[in-house]
């Protein structure tokens, strides 16, 4: 490789140079933080000790949400900086660039995590290192699991123990996945646009934890903009004519916004007013158990609920999973919750009227599974989303002596981010609103919450043997308690 010339601009420097085990950069459209991610996988690669043949190996998979994603815009990048027959060779069916320079190869891994089946592959990679391009779209969980692939390749079979590396903290010797001198070389960084207020990606980039470094751009309209050199003039001044302010707040100034790829769902929900500002404690009596919104299928989440005396809905927490069986959630998610926060009190689950069907594998249904747990559970009396969107509508629109009917404990930390925007109506490329709420990694725990709402609001049907007013459920005994 040669002929490449990259001098990063001092808001980029910092990250490319970083060798904190995660390291995420945002900020504006054209700010080069993506060129700078590229960048670090040869700053990083050539970092790498070398292997008995005397070649530094290493392997970085380069994530991204589609495979139209990567075909369009991260793939092509890569190839201005890394030209194929120059830098190295682009294998375009097995979406993959072999990196070779000096005595330096790269294996770049292209994956769009289209699927299950995608996420499957990616998480049984033996990798050096990761990259999350707009990881503000990446999965909070593929971002987790993820960074238990790195660190596996080389191994230390291909790179072997030298003497003056030592002995890790548990005696074990030094060798595989590290530097010239004998430190762990595993890393995982990401570019990206700000992400939306009150979400996973938000909460890390302000609380990062200690192995992280977190880098934020200025504004491309201000002084300290020092990647403007290289786009055309005035840019974003152009770029922000006719744009509304939170379109300019978030790819303009690099500021936390909500979503603009569509409508929220429950546009009335806000965190100030249905946000409680302290710790909500239940009231454990046989007259008011707890009423657990649960869906279903391979992501089960559950909102834990109660009316109080007051005729409010109090929500006192959530939990949502990510390709989990219904058994599994009630054993790692379900029970220890209510266990831990809950004991004592009664509790009726109100389910997915979906659940009641039984599976080809053990001719169960869910609703069996729960029963036999030892829980009381009820279906909801439809899966209609219009009815269900209009159950929790109503109960964010009511006021009890000029506060909320509805209110919710700051610890939810799937519901919030839900209801803030998270779970939505897609945009259509016309500029229309898709029908029904897209299907996201905010849904479950929504339409979770929204059983539960539809049952407190109204009267449910228990086991199709007719119908019980909220009163009537209010005397069920809890059961499933260990």
Wanted: net charge positive; glycine share 8%; aromatic share 8%.
């Amino acid at each position: 490789m040669t002929g490449i010339v990259y001098d990063p601009p001092p808001s980029v420097r910092g990250f490319l140079l970083s060798t904190s085990f995660l390291s995420l950069i945002c900020g504006p459209v054209g700010s080069t933080k993506t060129t700078g991610a590229i960048m670090k996988i040869a700053y990083h690669a050539q970092r790498m000790a070398a292997c008995r043949d005397g070649v530094r190996r290493s392997r970085a998979i380069w994530v991204r949400n589609t495979r139209e994603q990567l075909r369009d815009t991260s793939i092509p990048d890569v190839l201005k900086w890394f030209p194929d027959g120059q830098a190295g060779i682009y294998l375009k069916s097995e979406y993959k660039f072999l990196l070779k320079f000096n005595d330096v190869e790269c294996e770049i891994l292209f994956r769009g995590l289209d699927d299950a089946n995608d996420i499957r592959r990616l998480l049984s990679l033996q990798a050096s290192f990761a990259i999350l391009d707009e990881f503000r779209e990446i999965h909070p969980g593929i971002f987790e699991n993820i960074q238990g692939r790195l660190g596996r390749y080389p191994d230390k079979m291909m790179v072997p123990h030298r003497p003056e590396w030592g002995v890790d903290s548990k005696g074990d010797p030094i060798a595989g996945c590290v530097t010239d001198d004998g430190k762990p070389n595993m890393h995982l960084w990401g570019a990206s646009n700000p992400p939306d207020r009150d979400t996973y990606w938000e909460e890390f980039l302000s609380n990062p934890p200690a192995n992280a470094r977190v880098f934020m751009q200025p504004s491309g309209l201000s002084s300290n903009a020092d990647w403007v050199k290289y786009l055309p003039s005035d840019y974003y001044e152009n770029l922000a004519d006719g744009k509304s302010q939170d379109w300019v707040d978030v790819y303009i100034h690099a500021k936390f916004g909500k979503s603009l790829a569509g409508s929220p769902v429950h546009p009335t929900f806000s965190r100030d007013f249905h946000v409680a500002k302290a710790t909500l404690n239940p009231i454990r009596s046989a007259e008011y158990p707890l009423l657990i919104g649960m869906d279903f299928g391979l992501n089960p989440s559950i909102t834990i609920n109660q009316i109080d005396p007051r005729g409010r809905l109090l929500t006192f927490a959530d939990a949502t999973s990510d390709g989990m069986g219904a058994m599994r959630f009630i054993q790692t998610k379900l029970r220890p919750l209510l266990a831990n926060r809950f004991s004592g009190a009664p509790c009726l689950i109100i389910g997915d009227p979906a659940g009641q069907q039984r599976v080809q594998t053990d001719e169960r249904s869910v609703f069996d599974i729960l029963r036999q747990e030892g829980f009381r559970v009820v279906a909801a009396r439809t899966n209609a989303t219009a009815a269900r969107t209009a159950a929790l509508d109503t109960w964010l629109a009511r006021q009890l002596d000029g506060g909320p009917a509805h209110l919710i404990d700051p610890c939810c930390a799937a519901l919030i981010p839900a209801l803030k925007g998270g779970y939505r109506y897609k945009r259509k490329k016309d500029g229309e609103l898709e029908p029904t709420p897209e299907k996201n990694l905010h849904s479950h725990i929504a339409e979770a919450h929204q059983y539960a709402c539809l049952h407190a609001g109204g009267p449910t049907i228990a086991g199709g043997s007719g119908v019980a007013q909220r009163r009537e459920v209010r005397r069920v005994a809890s059961t499933g308690w260990t």
